[in-house]
């Protein structure tokens, strides 16, 4: 046996599926990119960030060395409807996606509470987390029809903040995280009896650029979440991946309009425990 295959086993919970993850450079979508092909699945990357894509791939490559499926990357503004168009419409060439992730998201600097968040902030954030997510539910309905599919999952990524209040502003990204549960939830019943499974993503606040960049090195701002978790640390990215993974396979058969949480508690908790914080998996990327 080659060292890899038991550093990295090929389980095939995924085998003969294609996927297409949106925001696929980072974060949650790069580790999912890896584990999808661990788990056999062929993936076509996609992100706005075509440089991004670049170093990401490789990564993947250095990281699932011995997976069967075919990796791809694909500029993708999901912004734009023809950009997911032609995404999607490019794997064809594969036999038509079995997997969407519409993952791709913003939290904008400049988002603030109902006075001050700059209109044309709250259009970019919508026209990114809500019509990004439309765009990619519509292709994928369409490819998954036009290549017969007797099943199909999409999971697009929300957030805990549609769930529970916060008095730390970001209007227009909150706004938009509940408008993709409100989506799937519908997307998921039109769709039930084609066995086309739609699921939301509610991830806690995680130890990933998109909010660690805005977080910075202040110690009060972090302090004043860390107290709300009840492991005392911010979610990784590898733990939404192994999520993801599980919604995307047909492990996941009956789970369907789901607002998926993957929070370590948070949204259960009231008095938080006190003491040192709980270990975290590493992520496969670091
Ligand atoms: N990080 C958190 O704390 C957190 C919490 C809850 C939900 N989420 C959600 O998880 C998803 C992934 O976030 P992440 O934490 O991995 O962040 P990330 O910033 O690491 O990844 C987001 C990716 O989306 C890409 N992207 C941005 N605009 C795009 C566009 N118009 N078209 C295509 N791609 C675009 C970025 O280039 C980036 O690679 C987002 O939808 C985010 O809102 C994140």
């Given at each position: ?86 995404v999607v419409n490019s ?120 909010l660690q960049d805005w ?32 919604l995307a396979s047909d ?36």
């Amino acid at each position: 046996m080659a060292d890899w295959e038991g550093k990295y086993p090929i389980n095939g919970r995924l085998a003969g599926k294609n996927a297409i993850i949106t925001g696929a450079a980072g974060g949650i979508g790069l580790e999912t990119t890896i584990l999808f092909m661990r788990e056999g699945a062929s993936v076509l990357m996609t992100d706005v960030s075509e440089a991004s894509l670049a170093k990401a791939k490789a990564k993947v490559h250095e990281l699932a060395p011995n997976a069967k499926g075919k990796l791809d990357t694909a500029h993708c503004d999901v912004t734009k409807e023809a950009d997911i168009e032609r995404v999607v419409n490019s794997l064809d060439d594969w036999g038509g996606v079995d997997v969407m992730f519409n993952n791709a998201g913003i939290m904008h600097p400049a988002d603030a509470d109902a006075i001050d968040t700059p209109e044309k902030i709250w259009d970019l954030t919508q026209a990114v987390n809500v019509k990004g997510v439309w765009y990619g539910s519509k292709h994928a309905i369409i490819s998954l029809r036009r290549h017969k599919k007797s099943r199909g999952s999409i999971i697009n990524t929300a957030s805990m903040v549609a769930l529970v209040g916060a008095s730390t502003p970001q209007l227009a990204y909150t706004a938009s995280k509940g408008a993709v549960l409100a989506m799937t939830r519908e997307l998921a019943i039109v769709h039930a009896k084609e066995s086309y499974r739609f699921n939301s993503l509610c991830p806690a606040p995680l130890n990933t650029a998109l909010l660690q960049d805005w977080l910075g090195d202040d110690a009060a701002k972090r302090h004043r979440r860390e107290i709300h978790f009840p492991t005392g640390r911010f979610g990784e990215a590898i733990e939404q991946a192994q999520a993801v993974l599980f919604l995307a396979s047909d492990e996941s058969s009956f789970v369907n309009g789901t607002d998926f949480v993957v929070d370590g508690g948070l949204t259960k908790a009231y008095v938080t425990p006190q003491g040192p914080r709980a270990p975290a998996p590493a992520n496969l990327a670091r």
